[in-house]
């Protein structure tokens, strides 16, 4: 499990670094350091001991921020943090979302928020359909060359 963030150049000297789908915004004082901070503001948010966090830049977008690859030494927690996150943003309680399954017990899926059930990939493609209906699971190159600088 990977999935893709962002950093860019804000105000002054700061940079800013997010991954919206697991709602983690923060900032550093350089790139490297708002990739750190980045990866140790999901590491607080797995809440798990050993768990760590690698953020890598795999490209560079038209308007100038950096791509990033966000992964972890626990995937089966990240995907779990991704469930999470996004039943909370779209204001889904766990009955919402068991009912959205067409299961009678919340626990069944709350089990693979918790991490306690890693679901198969065709049940995480269910399970993130019922949280957020406008997220795909894809796929795609783990690093893309950079553009091309004009002049």
Same mark, same amino acid.
């Given at each position: 499990?990977?999935?893709?963030?962002?950093?860019?150049?804000?105000?002054?000297?700061?940079?800013?670094? /997010?991954? #919206?789908?697991?709602? &983690?915004?923060?900032?550093?004082?350089? @790139?490297?350091?708002?990739?750190?901070? =980045? !990866? *140790?503001?999901?590491?607080?948010?797995?809440?798990?001991?050993?768990?760590?966090?690698?953020?890598?830049?795999?490209?560079?977008?038209?308007?100038?921020?950096?791509?990033?690859?966000?992964?972890?030494? /626990?995937? #089966?927690?990240?995907? &779990?943090?991704?469930?999470?996150?996004? @039943?909370?943003?779209?204001?889904?309680? =766990? !009955? *919402?979302?068991?009912?959205?399954?067409?299961?009678?017990?919340?626990?069944?899926?709350?089990?693979?928020?918790?991490?306690?059930?890693?679901?198969?990939?065709?049940?995480?493609?269910?399970?993130?359909?019922?949280? #957020?209906?406008?997220? &795909?699971?894809?796929?795609?190159?783990?690093?893309?060359?950079?553009?091309?600088?004009?002049?």
């Amino acid at each position: 499990m990977m999935l893709v963030g962002r950093i860019g150049k804000a105000e002054g000297s700061w940079w800013f670094a /997010e991954c #919206a789908i697991v709602g &983690a915004h923060t900032q550093g004082k350089s @790139r490297k350091d708002a990739r750190q901070m =980045l !990866a *140790d503001c999901i590491e607080t948010m797995l809440d798990r001991a050993g768990a760590k966090v690698r953020v890598a830049e795999i490209g560079e977008d038209d308007d100038g921020t950096y791509v990033v690859r966000i992964d972890s030494t /626990e995937p #089966a927690r990240l995907a &779990a943090l991704v469930l999470t996150v996004q @039943r909370e943003h779209n204001k889904l309680s =766990l !009955a *919402d979302v068991a009912a959205k399954l067409g299961v009678s017990s919340r626990n069944a899926y709350a089990r693979y928020e918790q991490g306690a059930s890693v679901p198969t990939l065709d049940k995480y493609i269910e399970l993130l359909a019922a949280v #957020a209906p406008d997220m &795909a699971l894809m796929v795609g190159p783990r690093a893309t060359k950079r553009k091309a600088k004009a002049g």
